[in-house]
């Protein structure tokens, strides 16, 4: 059965700083995805990662896939304070309609 | 651009009433799901269907039930609320075959139960 954990939970930092979150999963996915949440709104697509090494950047957002290591990752670079928000991972497990969601992470980015 | 609508953004209702969820996409979406989103949770599946009449349980599908009589609208029903089923519920679509599999999701429907 697929897990998704994702870490950190919180996470605060300071405008221009970087960071990075993870997501690993327990089995093959062979696709995993990359959310953004505002408060009380839905989720925005900003990833989908298909293949090992696949790397995707957006903004201030990098995101990568390592089917090896079984793990995924958001890096922000030089963050700023909009893109404060919580951020969800899901990996599909493969051959399914079932898509299995990380419990997200808090990001605060303080001016 | 996929549009996922949901009938209510606020719903408050007693302990025992009857509830619906109303999700509607507008993009032929074979495929659609009901998750409930709960803090330090995530996204749980309740139930999916892959087609008009058709469902799949999620992982908590416990205390719900679902309908799809045509392919946009899929509804999500409370028997009977209980106070914990106060949550977050979110639904969204896919095409298979398209976007990656990518899910499209409504903006969610926040309801209290008191």
């Known amino acids: 059965e697929l897990k998704v954990e994702q870490n950190p939970l919180f996470l605060s930092m300071q405008e221009g700083k970087n960071y990075t979150i993870y997501c690993n999963y327990s089995t093959t996915s062979d696709r995993l995805y990359w959310y953004r949440q505002d408060p009380g709104k839905s989720l925005e697509s900003l990833f989908v990662?298909?293949?090992?090494?696949a790397v995707k950047q957006e903004g201030r957002l990098m995101a990568s896939l390592d089917t090896k290591a079984r793990l995924s990752t958001l890096h922000i670079t030089a963050a700023v304070h909009d893109l404060s928000a919580t951020y969800f991972c899901?990996?599909?497990?493969?051959?399914?309609?079932?898509?299995?969601f990380g419990t997200g992470t808090r990001l605060k980015v303080l001016a | 651009d996929v549009k996922v609508t949901q009938s209510s953004r606020y719903l408050v209702k007693r302990t025992g009433e009857k509830v619906f969820l109303e999700c509607v996409q507008d993009m032929d979406h074979e495929n659609m799901f009901w998750y409930r989103q709960d803090p330090g949770l995530g996204l749980r599946l309740i139930y999916f269907?892959?087609?008009?009449?058709?469902?799949e349980k999620g992982d908590i599908p416990e205390g719900y039930s679902v309908s799809r009589e045509k392919k946009e609208r899929f509804s999500l029903i409370l028997e009977s609320a209980s106070t914990n089923q106060t949550s977050m519920y979110l639904c969204a679509s896919i095409q298979p075959g398209q976007d990656y599999y990518e899910q499209y999701f409504g903006p969610g429907t926040r309801l209290t139960v008191t």
């Open positions: 269907s892959y087609d008009v009449k058709m469902k």
């Open positions: 990662l298909l293949s090992n090494g």
């Open positions: 899901a990996g599909r497990i493969s051959g399914t309609y079932k898509y299995i």
